[in-house]
């Protein structure tokens, strides 16, 4: 298997995209896996130096609920072989968290655990407490996810992600 490399945009989504790659494939293709985590820095940066690299480049990202930015990766995915762009391509799935909650909620219900009363709104937003409590403590509840012994469904773009990078 060649070198190759996948864009992560967040922190929690490198550890957990990590064990959901561990899940799928052996471990002893790690070697030939890195992720970068471009926290929250734009990715289009990364992928403009990566175009000189001649390797394969999977860039993970959130959609945002933006539907430009699902129309701009897909005609960037089709002007460029090495690099890819994968996000969910509805804008109701507009972040990991989101996706990760809709395919996983019994598990995630019981893991996340909620105040009694609590609002947890993002950005003045109400999600629910189990989803809205995932947004505001990312990387709390990556990590109980990674520790929990659970093992999660993926979502659709990230699965796709690793097919295409593991070509």
């Known amino acids: 298997m060649q070198n190759f490399k996948a864009s992560v945009q967040f922190y929690p989504d490198e550890f957990s995209k990590c064990r959901f790659y561990e899940f799928r ?3 002893a293709n790690w070697g030939s896996f890195t992720i970068i985590s471009c926290n929250g820095i734009s ?6 130096i990566a175009e000189s690299t ?3 480049i999977a860039v993970i990202t959130d959609n945002d609920g933006k539907q430009r930015k699902i129309d701009a990766a897909l005609q960037f995915n089709s002007s460029h072989n090495l690099q890819h762009i994968f996000m969910a391509g509805d804008v109701k799935e507009w972040t990991w968290e989101a996706c990760i909650y809709e395919l996983n909620q019994a598990k995630i219900d019981k893991l996340v655990k909620i ?6 709104l993002f950005h003045e937003r109400d999600y629910g407490p189990v989803l809205g409590k995932m947004l505001n403590n990312k990387v709390d509840v990556a990590y109980s996810m990674l520790v929990s012994g659970n093992i999660y ?4 773009y990230v699965k796709d992600a690793i097919s295409w990078i593991s070509r």
């Open 153 to 156: 469904k993926v979502p659709q």
């Open 115 to 120: 105040q009694p009363g609590a609002r947890y």
């Open 54 to 56: 001649n390797k394969r």
């Open 43 to 48: 990715y289009s940066k990364y992928l403009a």
């Open 25 to 27: 494939y052996s471990p």
